[in-house]
């Protein structure tokens, strides 16, 4: 077995290399070296990438989501998670985590949502005396929801790579979304009253019954577009009214239509940003995939993957040891590598040992997404960590010390739905 490549990739990682140049790399020098592999299909293995059907969706909901937010949708859902818990114990800090829910219905990007949300909910936050600290560990923590919740480019990487239906991938994170929502709400209550941040509050205390259901009714309804948008894509999907690509295009013209015709609030000059976002977005991100397919040619033609399964297999024929150690190395892996390389280095590897145990591809896609999202908050290299103190001006040391309790919240729930996989299975086998 050549382990060449594996050298030159964490070589060049520990240089500082980009990850798709680290990758592209490391797949070069196989191509170079191999015997009896032709110099030219390594030109032909990044080209391929660009035939897949299912990564079409990505550029797509990316698309979509910046016509949505820039249509109002982003300051109406803000709207109705104020109406809901912003005159709470912690209200702030609960508008963000809920804000970061609803938004999984459009955005499907954590790095996106941790960007706005800094700068919507955080700085409000901030102003009122909030520590820096505890905020950017909530904008952070939270982002986490926002890729579960339909629609999520992990999900849709995740599919392609292994052929794993993504309108069950969708329905899977519905519930793990959820759980997460809500854990990190306790946690926001929680620490909000112990450290006594709740004296700074600014909002006045609720109002009478009659006036706060006046509020939520309002509210609900002018954010009702984006609340439909997850049901929307997992049910259109699985019945078949479109393919997950079809649906990042439908969703684009749902977004035009109303960002122009219903809430007014879309100009021509925002198109044209939508699509220097997409694009730069998608760019950096192919990149990425196309010296991994690469890559991939590589791990295949040594036959890594195999060799690693069986080498785990002679250990333990155990499902949940298995599964308690994926999540370890997920995680361990997760802090140095952002999600989307991560995936595409780990997965060939994962989904053969799960698929040997007998363990669902669906839930195991779910478990891998949750863990490389959440190592995106993890210091040394977390990309939602830097998004949100870079921001709000927070240090590493200080994010690090506040991020505990929330990132202990998210952990709780990975360990809920790597035990009980009918938490992420019961509404795909319900639809499905």
């Not at 080209?47 to 990505?58: D, E, K, R, T, V």
């Not at 024929?317 to 802090?335: E, M, Q, R, S």
Request: with cysteine.
């Amino acid at each position: 077995m050549d382990l060449m490549p594996l050298v030159v990739l964490v070589a060049a990682m520990c240089l500082g290399a980009p990850v798709g140049t680290a990758l592209g790399a490391s797949a070069l020098w196989f191509f170079m070296s191999a015997d009896g592999v032709p110099h030219e299909a390594f030109v032909q293995k990044i080209q391929s990438s660009f035939g897949s059907y299912p990564l079409l969706a990505i550029p797509l909901f990316i698309f979509a989501a910046s016509i949505l937010n820039m249509a109002g949708v982003s300051q109406r859902l803000f709207d109705l998670a104020d109406a809901l818990v912003g005159r709470t114990v912690g209200g702030l800090g609960k508008v963000n985590v809920i804000m970061a829910t609803l938004m999984g219905g459009i955005s499907a990007s954590a790095a996106a949502d941790a960007a706005m949300q800094a700068k919507l909910v955080g700085q409000p936050m901030v102003n009122q005396g909030y520590p820096r600290a505890f905020v950017s560990s909530i904008i952070a923590s939270s982002a986490v929801i926002t890729p579960i919740i339909p629609p999520g480019i992990g999900f849709i990487l995740y599919g392609a790579m292994t052929e794993t239906s993504i309108g069950q991938l969708f329905a899977a994170g519905i519930v793990p979304g959820l759980l997460i929502c809500v854990a990190l709400v306790i946690v926001v209550h929680v620490v909000t009253k112990v450290n006594g941040y709740d004296r700074l509050r600014t909002t006045p205390p609720a109002a009478d019954w009659p006036s706060r259901v006046r509020r939520m009714r309002l509210a609900l309804r002018r954010a009702s577009l984006a609340l439909a948008m997850p049901i929307f894509i997992v049910v259109g999907i699985r019945y078949g009214v479109f393919t997950p690509t079809e649906a990042g295009g439908v969703l684009v013209l749902i977004g035009l239509f109303f960002g122009f015709v219903v809430y007014r609030e879309l100009r021509l000059s925002d198109i044209g940003r939508a699509i220097a976002e997409t694009m730069e977005t998608t760019a950096s991100l192919m990149l990425i995939v196309c010296f991994s397919t690469a890559f991939a040619f590589y791990l295949t033609w040594e036959m890594i993957p195999q060799q690693v399964t069986q080498f785990v297999l002679s250990h333990t024929n155990d499902k949940y040891t298995v599964i308690l150690a994926i999540n370890v190395i997920l995680l361990l892996v997760g802090t140095f590598l952002e999600t989307i390389p991560a995936m595409i280095i780990l997965v060939p590897l994962i989904h053969p040992i799960a698929l040997r145990l007998g363990i669902d591809p669906v839930h195991i896609g779910v478990i891998v997404v949750v863990n490389l999202t959440l190592g995106s908050v993890t210091p040394p290299v977390g990309i939602l960590m830097f998004l949100a103190n870079g921001v709000l001006g927070t240090t590493v040391a200080e994010f690090t010390r506040a991020s505990i309790p929330f990132i202990g919240a998210i952990v709780a729930v990975l360990a809920l739905i790597s035990a009980f996989p009918d938490l992420c299975l019961a509404i795909p086998r319900a639809l499905y």
